[in-house]
């Protein structure tokens, strides 16, 4: 997505009349992205009139591209400044800006990490020229018009406000491989960064370069489950950005505290779905094992587990060996104390108090982890609880941490809150927020419509749109929410099935003969739940919304008693009057973990008609009280001038 895109003369004439900033917010409105960070709005006034001083030089000519905003593939991150054109040769160049106000930083013991005042507070940071460098990368990685023409990238940062006085803490030789890939300017640094840029661009491109970066096709974006073998080979399969960055060399630097200083640490980190908690959990799994420290990846899970078995063994692992790496949450009930040196548990909010086949082993699931390893990492979100047995929670953690005698961890600093699925939209998420009622959000009215969201009023024409995005690559699947009984389960029957829907649409449940359903070749006929699609990820969902969430007198909605009898995520607290606001919450999170497991697209059918019509209404709704806009040739938004 581009938010703003001009040529120079342009962005020059936006700066001075002091209008640059106001027609960037209303760019971002326009796309469904509701930004009120007046943080933000300020920055783009200070930091773009430097940009601005920057390319008024003659060797810049008036026609070059300038971008600001722009969203990279595949996440919610945004590319603070970008400058594109030709150098002296007909090149065709991108120079990537990463734009800070600080005045000073502070280095850290964590490598291509920071310490500095940022959004209202210091605290950890990604170094700015690893930002640029992780923000260039992940374009490369994912843009076939980068890849295809060629078109170089080069990133930079920019500090304009920084001291001198502070430079070491920010260029030193602890940096120095970041500082490589791009390059730091600070205060009093104009010219050497006028130098930068004009050694990759001087003059227009031959085409648009900005309009064909965002409008070229994305390259198929990695999923974990495909990657797993060859990160487990120590190969760097995903560029970790921002909080990822930090929640992951936060914990490489604590497990090597523990083991220097003979302590327990117990690190929280918080992340809604697609906020790439599983990534950093299993290349933190990948980088512990190759040091020679005892680790595993842990989760209540067995649809993961068992699809990341599938994935390594194809892998030429052996299979003891990943069963030592990929554990099931009650694996530890006879552990002893700092058995191993790390245990990363992802989905942490799926944790039980009991474990075993009878839930009668151990004492509690969160306790026995953290004892039995010197530090405990939990990747949790707590909305993403869905059965009455999940215990997980923040809280939950800290309790048993301070009983283990385990120091906590746990801050923003570490806190995913970028969406890497759902093609980037983190507005989608919102949306779905307000519109499960799990919560009142500012996308109400909508979100940015680059993800593939639609509605069927038939689910076999749903299934047939599944079906062609599945021939592609096999990554489509359908879900549905826990509302039909399992009888083919022991049925051999071809001609029963588990659910039956209006206009002939016949299915059954995933097999109970392969584990490894999400994965397999021939499954797509199945339908999946939420126990079998739960940590993992496809392209295209389609997800069949049954009649336990519907819309009635202007709201949405929850039904226990239209869930399937032999459900067991409401087992002990379906009928009790006490538990009603959990059974309502558990629904809500169901619903919302499914519509959150495609990458690019999802689709949904509704059994309940009503509930149908207002999430079209809700996707059409007009809106109201916005700035006149008009759509530009390169896809960004101006404020109409009269």
């Known amino acids: 997505m581009l938010v703003y895109s001009a040529e120079k003369y342009q962005f020059h004439d936006d700066v001075i009349n002091h209008n640059i900033a106001q027609v960037i917010k209303s760019s971002l409105f ?3 992205i509701f930004d009120e960070n007046d943080r933000e709005f300020i920055s783009w006034e200070n930091s773009l009139v430097r940009m601005d001083e920057v390319l008024e030089d003659d060797r810049f000519s008036d026609d070059i591209q300038v971008a600001v905003e722009y969203q990279v593939p595949q996440t919610a991150k945004r590319v603070d400044f970008i400058v594109s054109g030709a150098d002296e040769k007909g090149k065709e160049n991108v120079v990537i800006v990463e734009l800070k106000q600080w005045e000073r930083a502070q280095r850290t013991m964590r490598d291509g990490l920071v310490s500095a005042y940022t959004g209202g507070m210091t605290r950890v940071v990604a170094h700015p020229s690893y930002q640029a460098y992780s923000y260039a990368k992940t374009i490369e990685n994912f843009c076939s018009t980068v890849q295809d023409k060629p078109i170089s990238l080069y990133p930079c940062a920019y500090l304009h406000n920084y001291s001198r006085s502070y430079l070491d803490e920010l260029v030193n030789d602890s940096y120095q491989e970041v500082l490589d890939e791009a390059p730091v300017f600070i205060r009093n640094d104009l010219k050497k960064l006028r130098d930068f840029i004009g050694r990759y661009v001087r003059s227009a491109a031959k085409s648009n370069l900005m309009y064909e970066i965002d409008n070229g096709k994305i390259r198929p974006s990695k999923a974990l489950q495909d990657t797993l073998a060859s990160m487990m080979h120590g190969n760097p399969e995903f560029i970790l950005i921002d909080e990822q960055k930090v929640a992951y060399e936060t914990v490489r630097r604590l497990v090597e505290m523990a083991l220097m200083n003979n302590k327990k640490y117990t690190i929280i980190v918080e992340g809604g779905p697609g906020t790439g908690k599983s990534v950093v959990a299993v290349s933190l799994l990948a980088d512990l094992i190759t040091k020679g420290r005892t680790a595993c990846y842990v989760t209540k899970n067995a649809a993961p587990r068992n699809v990341y078995f599938e994935e390594l063994k194809q892998g030429k692992f052996r299979n003891n060996y990943v069963k030592f790496l990929f554990k099931g949450s009650g694996s530890f009930v006879e552990s002893r104390e700092n058995d191993f040196d790390c245990l990363i548990v992802d989905e942490a909010h799926r944790l039980n108090e009991k ?18 390893s010197r530090v405990s990492v939990f990747f949790i979100d707590e909305d993403q609880v869905v ?7 923040v809280c939950e953690i800290e309790k048993w941490a301070k009983i283990c005698g385990s120091e906590i961890f746990y801050n923003d600093d570490i806190k995913l809150t970028s969406q890497f699925r759902c093609n980037g939209s983190s507005g989608y998420v919102a949306f779905l927020d307000d519109l499960l009622g799990i919560r009142e959000t500012a996308n109400a009215d909508g979100f940015d419509l680059d993800f593939d969201f639609r509605v069927f009023d038939n689910p076999l024409e749903m299934r047939e749109e599944l079906r062609k995005k599945n021939e592609i690559n096999n990554k489509a699947r359908m879900l549905a929410g826990y509302c039909y009984e399992w009888i083919t389960k022991n049925s051999n029957d071809l001609n029963v099935y588990d659910i039956e829907l209006p206009g002939g649409f016949k299915a059954r449940w995933n097999f109970s003969s392969t584990s490894t359903w999400a994965i397999d070749p021939d499954s797509f006929e199945q339908v999946g739940c939420i126990h079998t699609s739960q940590g993992l990820e496809f392209d295209y969902i389609g997800i069949v919304i049954g009649k336990d969430l519907r819309y009635e007198n202007g709201k949405v909605i929850t039904d226990s008693s239209r869930r399937a009898k032999s459900d067991a995520s409401l ?8 538990y009603a606001e959990k059974v309502d919450r558990i629904i809500r999170n169901t619903y919302k973990v499914l519509m959150t497991r495609g990458q690019k697209g999802c689709y949904l059918y509704c059994e309940d008609s009503n509930l149908q019509q207002y ?6 709704a007009e809106e109201e009280d916005r700035p006149e806009l008009v759509a530009e040739e390169n896809t960004a938004y101006e404020v109409r001038r009269k």
């Open 30 to 32: 326009h796309h469904g």
């Open 355 to 372: 474990s075993g086949m009878y839930k009668n082993k151990g004492v509690n699931q969160i306790k026995e982890i953290i004892d039995a």
């Open 387 to 393: 059965t009455s047995s999940d215990i997980g929670s």
């Open 571 to 578: 087992r002990g607290i379906k009928n009790r009057p006490e």
């Open 615 to 620: 999430i079209k209404s809700r996707l059409g």
